[in-house]
């Protein structure tokens, strides 16, 4: 079992952001997220208590990101995103 979430804050209107994440990992590998409601301007994916993407000054990583890097974590192969190149 995989535990996967995505803090997000609520005050700052990043719900949208945080589901539309959360759709694609389950779309794209099976992998079903906790949504977590926060503030602080937070935006945090953790996948197995490690973190795996977040909001930096401003910048957010996109779902695509979101969805490599997870994959990538729980050696998941992406169905249905091209290929990516390692960061």
Not at 1 to 11: G, Q
Not at 26 to 42: H, Q, S, Y
Not at 50 to 73: E, L, N, S, T
Request: one cysteine or more; proline letters at 5%; glycine letters at 12%.
């Amino acid at each position: 079992m995989t535990d996967l979430s995505i803090t997000y804050c609520r005050p700052c209107g990043y719900e949208k952001r945080a589901r539309a994440a959360a759709t694609l990992l389950r779309d794209r590998l099976g992998l079903d997220a906790e949504l977590v409601p926060g503030k602080g301007g937070v935006f945090e994916v953790k996948l197995d208590g490690k973190v795996i993407a977040r909001r930096v000054k401003g910048h957010f990583p996109d779902a695509a990101d979101i969805v490599h890097r997870g994959g990538y974590r729980a050696g998941i192969t992406n169905r249905g995103l091209a290929s990516s190149p390692s960061q």
